[in-house]
DNA sequence: CTAAAATAGTTGCTATTGCAACTAATGTCA
DNA sequence: TGACATTAGTTGCAATAGCAACTATTTTAG
């Protein structure tokens, strides 16, 4: 009866506290300050940087399952952060943006967000802040060959 | 109206993906092979480790809520994989330890954990997991500090 | 010794999640 | 052209999450 895993040591369960604590950190000031959750931010995270882009383009981009996306959009819509066309040349997709408003809080959630990845990342070397990029960019390459 | 952040190479995003693709890829195994959640998972994993201990110490084993930990403790003590002890010094402390099923279970999980673990890391070299392990830590513990 | 505070665990309630079914529009191919 | 498949987006529903309130004990202080 030897314990035979220490799941304090185990990387995958160590990665998600990680990326928890981080998450919820961040989820906590954008609630509080400016009432959005994650899933919203990240909406207009892609929105600022591919204005015009449709749902399920949002939805791959994100990777956010598209109901969610679907009602968080629709969330958007109603504070009047995001305007949304029809699309001319194909009459189901829909062409979203910022719109003004949603802007200017876009500008003034995206230092902060700057902020607390300097802040995570202060503990590091601008040199070991490098490996930890590309070792996370290499596990999830190969992540991604692994659950097909 | 220039793009202010690459959500893709945002560190916390790209964490939480990674992260999220592993958990996702070990609960589908779980849940195919056993009918156990990560959580029912984890659950067991520290018993394993640590046998009689309570749901309160569970749930600072494990980092997850405790009402969580009490649904998923009555699950598995109906599926008979765990046995409930009432302390004898402290009537409202349980002493909780893997049944011999659960034991089993257990002893099946664990090799399929440690080999997802490798493969995971598997793209990398030997040296590279441990100064990815020990960035992880690193990390961790700074991060404890900044959400306090 | 006793009243108040703290602790272990359970349960109620609401919000979030995510799959699947559905509608509407477009694409494909005989 | 016209049936069938595919795609964009929405909605229904069941499962899960997590906060807060509650019960039952135990601890602490006066």
């Known amino acids: 009866m030897e314990p035979l895993l220490t799941l304090e040591r185990y990387l995958p369960y ?20 400016f ?21 399920d383009e949002v939805s791959l981009k994100t990777h956010i399952e598209k109901s969610l996306i679907s009602r968080a959009i629709s969330k958007l ?9 029809i699309s001319e040349d ?8 910022l ?3 949603g802007y200017e809080v876009y500008e003034e959630i995206v230092p902060l967000s700057l902020e607390y990845e300097r802040k995570f990342l202060a503990s590091l070397s ?11 960019d290499r596990l999830s390459q190969h992540a991604e060959s692994i659950s097909l």
């Open 14 to 33: 160590r990665l998600s506290l990680l990326s928890n604590k981080i998450s919820e950190t961040v989820a906590k000031t954008y609630k509080d300050k």
């Open 35 to 55: 009432a959005i959750s994650i899933t919203e931010w990240r909406i207009m995270a892609v929105l600022g940087e591919y204005p015009g882009i449709s749902a």
């Open 77 to 85: 819509l109603k504070r009047k952060l995001l305007c949304r066309n």
């Open 90 to 97: 194909d009459k189901r997709r829909s062409e979203l943006v």
């Open 99 to 101: 719109s003004n408003t």
């Open 126 to 136: 601008q040199q070991e802040q490098e490996v930890l990029s590309s070792l996370i």
